[in-house]
C-alpha cells in the first residue's frame, strides 16, 4: 500500500522559509517522478513543482519560480520542498503525489474550486 507523509509544514512570516518533506513507502520510490501540489481553503488543486524520477528537469509554477526548489533524495525515499521568501499566499495544504509533475501542471489547469459535499444525519 502506497503511503505518504508530508511533514515540516507550519507557521512562517512573509519573507520566511520552511522545508517541507515528502517520505513515501510501499512503492518504489526511485522509479517515480514526483510532484508537489497546495490547496487553499475554498480553491482548486494547485500545482507547485516536481522533479523526475532521477531528481533531474525540476519544474515549477510561475507562481513560485525562484522562491521554491525541490529536490529528492531516492535513499530516504524523501522528496523535499525548500520554500524561501515565503508570501501570503503561498498559505495552503501541500500534498505530494508519484505522478509526472508536467502532467500534473496540465490537469491543474483545468482543476475546478469543487464543490462541497456533506454527509450528516
Known amino acids: 500500500q502506497v503511503q505518504l507523509v508530508e511533514s515540516g509544514g507550519g507557521s512562517a512570516q512573509p519573507g520566511g522559509s520552511l522545508r517541507l518533506s515528502c517520505t513515501a513507502s510501499?512503492?518504489?520510490?526511485?522509479?517515480?517522478?514526483m510532484t508537489w501540489v497546495r490547496q487553499a481553503p475554498g480553491k482548486g488543486l494547485d500545482f507547485v513543482s516536481g522533479v523526475d524520477a532521477n531528481g533531474n528537469d525540476p519544474v515549477y509554477s510561475d507562481s513560485v519560480k525562484g522562491r521554491f526548489t525541490v529536490s529528492r533524495d531516492n535513499r530516504k525515499n524523501t522528496m523535499y520542498l525548500q520554500m524561501d521568501r515565503l508570501r501570503s499566499e503561498d498559505t495552503a495544504s501541500y500534498h505530494c503525489?508519484?505522478?509526472?509533475?508536467?502532467?500534473?501542471?496540465?490537469?491543474?489547469?483545468?482543476w475546478g474550486r469543487g464543490t462541497q459535499v456533506t454527509v450528516s444525519s
Open positions: 510501499g512503492v518504489t520510490f526511485s522509479s517515480h517522478p
Open positions: 503525489v508519484p505522478v509526472p509533475p508536467r502532467l500534473l501542471q496540465q490537469l491543474t489547469r483545468y
